[in-house]
């Protein structure tokens, strides 16, 4: 034995005791054994003793291990015994939440994700491809990549990841010729793209990157143009451009319409306990993902609990006076009846100065009125939804999982799913105290 292997038998270690208890542990069990083999046939009684000897070392056996591997834990880190404990069951916590899908793009799927990363680690998010604005817009049209922007956003949303890896895929460049404007994250998606050729193989790749919790997945690998029919006529191509068109939006399109979707994204819906249409744009954001051909019947095809999200205020130069009632009836019109069981509606109210600021932008709250939702075959699931330490009239990431997952929890599990089920309640109630 060398002198640093020595160290572990220094005083105040705790390893010693515990070293020689499984020496003893050892003895004895080995002790039971060979007296069991010399006294097979003798009388019942002796043949108990022994094995009683041998089963007692066992047991011994097994706790002396439990205590040195706990004294190894508390060398190495004394003041994280019960942070990697509790680690530990979190992890194992989340890898038996409930599979859940969600759809979107735009800012409101990663507000989404977010809360719902904290119940579960199986998780899918299907993202619109339509993106041809800004930063994404321009990897599209110069590189021939899909638009990387809405992607990264969920990334970073389900990542587990230090801050400055976070923040340095945030990082957008002020200056240089070429360079300004660009987001990181959307560069490094963009070269990885390329030099994979393959979108998802450059998302798996940036999933390690970030340790994220789930997977993200475009909606089509096919590239696609989002087109919008307008009340007065016109035809507006793209999707950055139908807000700035300030129409009445009639129905969107995809060009091509026989755009597929991925079979993961499938695979992701059928396996699905919890489906949830994301809140954000409802024409350029959500109905990207329901038009993709093969989407919405399997959605409608699923044996999950459906829930659509409904943003908290109308979005100008697209859903400019909708109800939530309308909401709906526009999914329908372009994606067919049968996608929603449950609509997640905000009843906090928003402070006068924050009304204002959206009334200085032609925006309002999306009016809701139960009687006339529940006639129409959904249940309404409202609470308090709006963030508290925000500006804006964003949705509360947590208060949005807490309340999808409590009514989901409310069904009657699967076989073999009560103790899951049971464990996601216990977590929930524990929140509200």
Known sequence: MTGRALRWLMPGLRFKRWLGLLI????LAAVGAVLLVHAWGVPHQRISQDVALMLVGLVVGIYAVRQLI???VTALVPSEQGEIAESYWRARMLLRGPRIVALGGGTGLPVLLRGLKQYSSNIT???AVTDDG?????????????PPGDLRNCLLALAETEPLLERLFQYRFDTGEGLSGHAF??????AMCTVTGDLQEAIRASSRVLAVRGQVLPATDDQVVLRAELEDGRVIEGESRIPEARGVVRRVLLAPES????????QAIAEADIIVLAPGSLFTSLMPNLLVHGIADAIRGSRAMRFYVQNIMTQPGETDGMSAAQHLAAINEHAGAGLVDCVVLNETELDPETAARYRERDAAVVPWNQQELAAAGY???AGPLLAQDSRYAWHDPQAVARLILQRWSRRRPEPGRLMDVLMLRDQLRAEQR
């Open 185 to 190: 994250g959307n560069l490094f998606l963009a």
């Open 125 to 127: 998010a299907i993202v």
């Open 70 to 72: 706990m004294s190894v």
């Open 134 to 146: 800004g930063s994404s817009g321009r990897l599209r049209g110069e590189l021939g990549v899909p």
């Open 379 to 381: 249940e309404v699931c």
């Open 24 to 27: 003893v542990a050892v003895a």
């Open 259 to 266: 755009a597929g979707p991925t079979r993961e994204a499938l």
